[in-house]
């Protein structure tokens, strides 16, 4: 069972605004990630972080920015949303010293309108 | 360039009968191979996954066969229930500190038929 946690599930927004996508894990997980789904399409990588203060960029360029100051939490910022952000937002971390599962949230639905 | 690819978009099985998804990748730097099993409102629940150096892993109903040579995978699900029904991601990492960085196939819709 993992223990990842994503909020808000869903979100409707105006172009312009400022959102934070929160995410927090309670494994104990160094490394988290941010994927992001549109629908019907794979999913991308677009920041992974490999321990506290550390941030990269992945492999889907994103206008989004992330944080790592605790080993729990990761949130993920747009600073001025637009409507091609919307989007599937997904929060996932893994422990290879705890096995080699991947662990995924339930998802951010975000739309800007 | 697609690292991962599933080919089939969709699968029809009646309940009871085998499926088997098939995922092809490129990348010879992969280490690991995971399915992932998805609705479309939430997130990506793991369901098994093998190492580069092995060729099969099983884990109850869900067995996962690597081909490393043809760099080709398949997951066998037997026998296939209603409650199956959903997509099915494959999806490769490299190994090392690079673990845990995803590449992902398309996807694949099981209908598994009462």
């Known amino acids: 069972e993992a223990d990842i946690y994503q909020t808000p599930r869903y979100l409707v927004i105006g172009t312009g605004k400022k959102i934070t996508l929160e995410c927090s894990q309670t494994m104990g997980h160094d490394k988290m990630y941010w994927y992001q789904q549109d629908p019907g399409m794979e999913l991308h990588l677009i920041h992974y972080?490999?321990?506290?203060?550390?941030?990269e960029k992945g492999d889907l360029s994103s206008e989004s920015t992330v944080s790592r100051i605790r080993t729990e939490h990761f949130p993920l910022t747009l600073e001025s949303a637009r409507p091609s952000h919307t989007s599937q937002y997904l929060c996932a971390s893994s422990d290879p010293g705890q096995g080699h599962t991947i662990y995924f949230g339930e998802g951010s639905w975000l739309t800007v309108v | 360039d697609q690292q991962v690819k599933q080919n089939s978009p969709s699968l029809s099985v009646q309940e009871g009968r085998i499926s088997i998804l098939n995922c092809d990748y490129t990348?010879?730097?992969?280490?690991?191979f995971l399915w992932y099993k998805k609705y479309p409102a939430e997130g990506p629940t793991f369901l098994i996954s093998i190492s580069s150096i092995k060729d099969k892993n099983e884990d109850g109903r869900f067995t996962v066969f690597l081909n490393k040579s043809a760099k080709h995978l398949s997951l066998h699900i037997v026998p296939s229930q209603p409650g199956d029904s959903a997509v099915y991601f494959c999806?490769?990492?490299?190994?090392?500190?690079?673990?845990?960085?995803?590449?992902f196939g398309q996807g694949t819709i099981l209908t598994v038929h009462p």
């Open positions: 972080s490999y321990g506290v203060n550390s941030t």
């Open positions: 990348n010879s730097m992969f280490d690991y």
């Open positions: 999806a490769a990492t490299p190994g090392g500190t690079s673990y845990g960085k995803l590449t």
